[in-house]
Every structure is written in structure tokens, then in C-alpha cells.
């Protein structure tokens, strides 16, 4: 257990430093200032352009390019770690997808600038969050209280949470895509400041592509929402046994999708605020993070049933055994 301390720790700075990476970027998008430093890879043909701070604009790009290249030398440090230090196979693989993710996360970021284009900006902010899961899911592994919270729970309330917290997981991703999309295209004010109607209907119709994105990020997030509360409300009720642990994540997801509905509700009535608009690309996060640790422990889970079976395995192997060795029978 205490070979993997420095790990997990390392680890989980690194998770908090892509934290920090995601809020600068969304910083960075608020303000309209992606393409503040034209070029890529070096900024304005220095590594390091004298004043950089000194002017808004670049401070923000510059920095978050600062930024990236810190998360990304982390990130090869904990790869090289892994497999150095002799990690377990998963933890492995794991920090090497990272590795390649990070990677091309750069070089996304780079063609968004090279190419001004959108489509690479939705892709890298997109790509930023699935990164983020698989550092999550590496500081989780590496714990050393992992096997220990590898929980016992009824099977028919298992296999239902795993499905309620994969179609959660699937709902919130696509849901920070259709974000990302809007945040990408609507860079100087949203297509509309409607709070229950877009375009003054509840449903625009398809002629306007903008609109159109706007009320499907709005419906979506009733889904969300309403994904949310179903896992909620069946991990608090579905299950007798067990310490419930998943029952308290459950209601952590409950808690971050309602003030993201708050705060999705302020961004509109604000006009886009930058510290709201930030909290509500940050708020987002956690939620995605949340609803991928609810399901890497559903899955991660045993049934009942199965752990019982190994437990009787050892004592029936001890009987037999014994009558054995008596010669009578068992």
C-alpha cells in the first residue's frame, strides 16, 4: 500500500492542476482572446514573449499555453512513473492514454489557431473533459484504500445504478458538448436571452442553426436533470445494504446539476458574466466528474451474491479437506 502513496498524491496534482488548466481555457474562450497570439507553437516567435503579462488579452492566451505545457510535463512525469515504477497494468495503460490525450490536445489547440477554426475549439475543449475523466480515474486506482472501496451491494441494485450512471455519464458529456459548441460560436452574446423561450417560442424550429443549439442545450439539460434525479432517487431507495458510499455520490450529482441549472439560468440573465460563465464551465466539470466516479464505483462493484461465493470457497475446501484426511465422508 505505501509503494503507491507518492503516486496517488503526484496524481492527484496533477487532476488539480487541470482543474486550474480548465478554468483558464474557459477564461480564455469568455473573453474572445483565443487568438490573441496568432501563432503556434512558439507566441509571436518567442517561447516566452517579453511583457506578455502585461497586456490582458496575451496574459490570458500566453498563459493558458503556460499552463498546458505544465499539465503536459506532469502528465509525462506520472506516465513515466507508471511504468518506471512498476504499476499495476491498468495504471499503465491508463497514464499512457493520458499521455497520447494531452498530446493531442496540444496539437489541437495549436490547429484552432493555425486554422481559426471552431470545429478544432469544440474538439480541444471536448477532448480537455475526457482527459480530466482518465486523470480521475488514475487518482482513483492508485489509491491506496482502492480494493477496500470496491463495495458489496444487492445485484439487481447494482445492475441497475450501472445503467443509470452510464446513461447519466452519456447525457452530461453530450450535454458539455453542445456547450461547448454554443460557447465556440456564440462568442459575443448568446442567439438569444430567452430563459424558457428561444427566439420568443418555446421551440424555434430549424431555420436558425444558432437557435436552434441554444434551446438544444436548454432541453438537454432537462434531461440531465431529469437522468440525475433518477439516479438519485434509486440509490437512495434501491438499496437495504451497504455502507452507500454510491447513495452519497448520487446525491453529490444531485447537488452540482441543480446549481448548474442555477447558474446556466444567471449566464443568460447576466448576458454571459465572466465570473458566472466560468463558474458555470467549472460547475459543469464537477459534474462530469462526479457522475464518471459514480460510475467507475458501480462498475467497480460487486454483487452480493458473487462476493459470498468466494468467501464460502475457502471453508468448503477446509471441510473437504478434513473429512479427508478422517476418511469420512462430507
Known amino acids: 500500500m505505501k509503494k503507491t502513496t507518492g503516486f496517488h498524491r503526484f496524481s492527484v496534482v496533477v487532476v488539480a492542476a487541470t482543474v486550474a488548466l480548465v478554468w483558464w481555457g474557459a477564461a480564455v474562450t469568455t473573453e474572445g482572446v483565443g487568438m490573441a497570439v496568432p501563432d503556434w507553437p512558439l507566441s509571436f516567435g518567442s517561447i516566452n514573449p517579453e511583457g506578455w503579462w502585461r497586456v490582458p488579452a496575451v496574459f490570458l492566451e500566453h498563459g493558458h499555453r503556460l499552463l498546458a505545457s505544465l499539465v503536459g510535463f506532469l502528465t509525462v512525469i506520472l506516465c513515466l512513473w507508471a511504468w518506471l515504477g512498476k504499476k499495476t497494468r491498468m495504471l499503465r495503460v491508463l497514464t499512457t492514454a493520458a499521455l497520447i490525450a494531452v498530446i493531442l490536445q496540444g496539437v489541437l489547440g495549436g490547429m484552432r489557431v493555425l486554422h481559426i477554426s471552431d470545429t478544432f475549439a469544440v474538439f480541444h475543449g471536448c477532448l480537455a473533459q475526457a482527459f480530466f475523466c482518465l486523470l480521475l480515474m488514475i487518482a482513483m486506482m492508485s489509491s491506496p484504500k482502492w480494493e477496500s472501496r470496491r463495495e458489496l451491494y444487492e445485484a439487481g441494485y447494482l445492475e441497475r445504478m450501472r445503467g443509470l450512471s452510464l446513461v447519466l455519464f452519456g447525457a452530461v458529456f ?14 459575443f452574446g448568446l442567439a438569444d436571452d430567452g430563459i424558457l423561450t428561444t427566439g420568443g417560442r418555446i421551440f424555434p424550429g430549424f431555420g436558425d442553426f444558432d437557435l436552434l443549439l441554444l434551446f438544444s442545450h436548454k432541453a438537454w439539460a432537462l434531461f440531465v436533470a431529469l437522468a440525475a434525479g433518477m439516479a438519485c432517487f434509486y440509490a437512495a431507495t434501491g438499496n437495504r445494504e451497504g455502507s452507500g458510499r454510491i447513495r452519497r455520490n448520487a446525491w453529490l450529482i444531485g447537488g452540482f446539476v441543480g446549481a448548474q441549472v442555477l ?21 459543469g466539470l464537477a459534474v462530469l466528474a462526479a457522475a464518471f466516479v459514480l460510475a467507475v464505483k458501480c462498475f ?20 473437504s479437506e478434513k473429512g479427508a484426511a478422517s476418511g469420512t465422508p462430507v
Do not use: C, M
Request: proline residues 4%; aromatic residues 8%.
Open 263 to 283: 447558474l446556466g439560468i444567471s449566464v443568460i440573465a447576466t448576458g454571459k458574466s465572466f465570473w458566472v460563465t466560468n463558474f458555470h464551465v467549472l460547475n
Open 174 to 187: 453530450f450535454q458539455l458538448i453542445l456547450g461547448a459548441t454554443i460557447r465556440h460560436t456564440h462568442r
Open 300 to 319: 467497480t462493484a460487486k454483487p452480493r451474491s458473487i462476493l459470498l461465493a468466494d468467501q464460502s470457497e475457502p471453508e468448503e475446501s477446509g471441510k
